[in-house]
C-alpha cells in the first residue's frame, strides 16, 4: 500500500522532519555564508567625530587640547583638593542605590548568555524504574524483579550559526550591561559634585546675607539716632528697616535650599535624609578649580564616554540577533538517541549484555510560517537601523555637551572676573555711603541703594564662583571621567 507522508490539514502541508543527505547539509551552508552581509554599523558620524582635530570651542579659561590623565580622569573630583568631597565620592560609589541596580543587571545579562549557551550542548535525560512481583502458588511464593534505567539524548548541530550567534549576542548585552554601570558611575560622581558645589554655595550666600545684616541693622541703629536727633526723617527709618527685613526673609529660603541639599547628597549616598546634616552643617569654601584643565580631543569621546560604548555594544548585539533571524529561515537538525538498559538483576543493569539502543537525526524545516520568519528578519534589521541612529545621535550628544561646558567654563569665568570688581566696588561705595549720611553730607537713598547692591553683588559673586565649579564638572562628566 502506498502511503502519502505529507499529511494535509484543509488542503495545506504540514511542517515535518525531512531527511537530507550530508552534501545537500553544506551545500545550503555554503550558500547561506555567502550571502550579502549587512553592515552593522554607519560610519559616518563616527568619522567625522574621529577627524577633528581638536573642540570647535575657543578655549578661554585655562583648558587645554592635551590627552587627560587617564588616573586623574578617573577620579576627577580630587582636583578640587577637597577632602570631604572626595570622601563623599568614595562612599557614594560604593553604597549608591542606582551603581548596585547596574550591578544586578549585569548579572541579569550573564544569566540569559549562560541559558542561551545551554543550546549549544546536548540534552541528557534519564528515567529509572524497578518493578517487583510476587505471585502465590501450592508449593510458595514466585518472585520477579525488573530493573531498568533509560538514556535520551538530543543534540541540534548549530550548522547556520543562529545558536552561536545568540549567545554571542548575549555576550554583547553583558559588555553593554557593564557599560551602563560605568554610566551610572559618571552621572553619580557628578550629580553628587554638583549637589556638594551647591551645598557650599548655600552656606556661601547665608554667610554673606548674615553679614550684610549685621550692617544693615547698624544702619537702622544709626537711622534711629538721627531721628530722634531731628536729623532723619520716619520715612529713612522705614526704608532703613525694610532693608533689615529684606535681609532677614531671603535666610529662611537660603536654609531650605541647602537642607533639601543635604537630603540630596545623603539619597546619593544610600542613607536616610538628614542623616549628613552633623557632617556637613560647618560652612566650608567653595572648591577652588585648577589653573589647567586637559579636555583631549573629541576621539576621545569614542573610547571613554560609556553611554556611546553601550550603544554600540548594543548595535553589536542586535546585528547578531539579525544573523538569528536570518537562521531560523534554515532547516534544523537534530540527531538523537535513546539507550536502554533493563536486567532483573540491579547490578546488571548498567552492563553491556543489558543495553539496547537506537539513534536517529532529522532534518526539520519550516513551511507555513515562513512569511512571519522572513517578518522577523525584517524587525529585527529595523531595529538594528534604530541602534545605529541613537548611536549616531549619542555621539553627537557627547560631542555636544563638551562643546557646551567648554563654553560655559570659558565665559562663567570672565563674568566672575567681573562680579568680583563689582563687589569690591559696592562694598566700597557702601561703606563711603554709610560715612557721608553719618555726616549729614548725603541722604538717605544713597545709602538705600548702595546697601542694596552690595548684597546682590556678593551674592552674585558666590553664585558666581558655584557656577565655575559646576561648568567644570559638567566637562569631566561630558568627557566621561569618573569610572574608570
Known amino acids: 500500500m502506498n502511503r502519502n507522508r505529507n499529511t494535509t490539514l484543509k488542503g495545506k502541508p504540514m511542517p515535518q522532519s525531512t531527511r537530507f543527505t550530508p552534501a545537500t547539509i553544506l551545500l545550503a551552508a555554503f550558500v547561506l555564508s ?69 550591578l544586578s543587571s549585569i548579572e541579569q545579562a550573564r544569566a540569559n548568555r549562560m541559558s542561551a549557551s545551554g543550546r549549544l550542548l546536548p540534552t541528557v535525560s534519564v528515567t529509572g524504574s524497578a518493578t517487583g512481583g510476587r505471585a502465590s502458588t501450592r508449593s510458595g511464593g514466585l518472585v520477579s524483579n525488573s530493573n531498568g534505567a533509560e538514556f535520551d539524548a538530543s543534540w541540534e548541530p548549530d550548522f547556520f550559526g543562529g545558536l552561536h550567534k545568540n549567545v554571542a549576542a548575549y555576550d554583547a548585552d553583558i559588555e553593554a550591561a557593564r557599560e551602563n554601570l560605568h554610566n551610572a558611575m559618571v552621572t553619580l560622581t557628578a550629580e553628587l559634585a554638583l549637589d556638594y558645589v551647591s551645598l557650599r554655595s548655600y552656606q556661601a550666600q547665608i554667610a554673606t546675607t548674615q553679614s550684610n545684616l549685621a550692617k544693615d541693622r547698624d544702619t537702622y541703629e544709626m537711622t534711629l539716632a538721627k531721628r530722634e536727633s531731628g536729623l532723619a526723617s520716619q520715612l529713612d527709618v522705614q526704608q532703613a528697616l525694610e532693608i533689615v527685613q529684606s535681609a532677614e526673609a531671603s535666610i529662611p529660603t537660603l536654609e531650605t535650599s541647602l537642607h533639601q541639599t543635604m537630603n540630596a547628597i545623603a539619597i546619593l549616598l544610600g542613607q536616610q535624609p538628614g542623616t549628613m546634616d552633623a557632617e556637613l552643617t560647618e560652612a566650608k569654601p567653595i572648591p577652588v578649580v585648577p589653573a589647567e584643565v586637559a579636555v583631549g580631543i573629541p576621539a576621545d569621546l569614542l573610547r571613554r564616554r560609556p553611554d556611546v560604548r553601550s550603544a554600540e555594544r548594543q548595535i553589536a548585539a542586535q546585528a547578531l540577533r539579525v544573523g538569528v533571524a536570518k537562521a ?141 565649579d559646576s561648568d567644570l564638572i559638567q566637562i569631566y562628566k561630558a568627557m566621561g571621567g569618573g569610572w574608570k
Request: glycine share 4%.
Open 328 to 468: 531560523n529561515l534554515y532547516p534544523t537538525f537534530t540527531l538523537s538517541g535513546t539507550f536502554l538498559f533493563g536486567a532483573q538483576n540491579l547490578l546488571n543493569v548498567l552492563t553491556p549484555a543489558s543495553l539496547a539502543s537506537t539513534v536517529a537525526g532529522a532534518l526539520q524545516q519550516e513551511i507555513l510560517n515562513r512569511r512571519s520568519l522572513k517578518a522577523q528578519v525584517k524587525l529585527q534589521n529595523a531595529l538594528l537601523d534604530q541602534y545605529e541612529i541613537a548611536y549616531d545621535s549619542k555621539l553627537l550628544g557627547a560631542v555636544r555637551d563638551v562643546e557646551n561646558s567648554l563654553q560655559a567654563f570659558g565665559q562663567d569665568q570672565v563674568r566672575r572676573k567681573s562680579l568680583s570688581g563689582a563687589a569690591v566696588s559696592a562694598e566700597q561705595a557702601a561703606e563711603i555711603s554709610r560715612e557721608l549720611y553719618a555726616s549729614g553730607l548725603r541722604d538717605f537713598l544713597v545709602v538705600l541703594d548702595s546697601e542694596r547692591t552690595v548684597l546682590t553683588a556678593q551674592n552674585s559673586l558666590v553664585q558666581s564662583d558655584a557656577a565655575v
Open 34 to 102: 555567502t550571502s550579502a552581509a549587512r553592515p552593522s554599523i554607519c560610519q559616518s558620524v563616527r568619522a567625522q567625530v574621529s577627524a577633528e582635530p581638536s573642540w570647535r570651542t575657543t578655549p578661554v579659561g585655562g583648558e587645554m587640547t592635551e590627552p587627560a590623565d587617564e588616573k586623574v580622569l578617573s577620579q576627577w573630583w580630587t582636583v578640587f583638593n577637597d577632602q570631604t568631597l572626595i570622601s563623599l565620592e568614595e562612599r557614594a560609589l560604593k553604597s549608591n542605590l542606582d551603581l548596585r541596580t547596574a
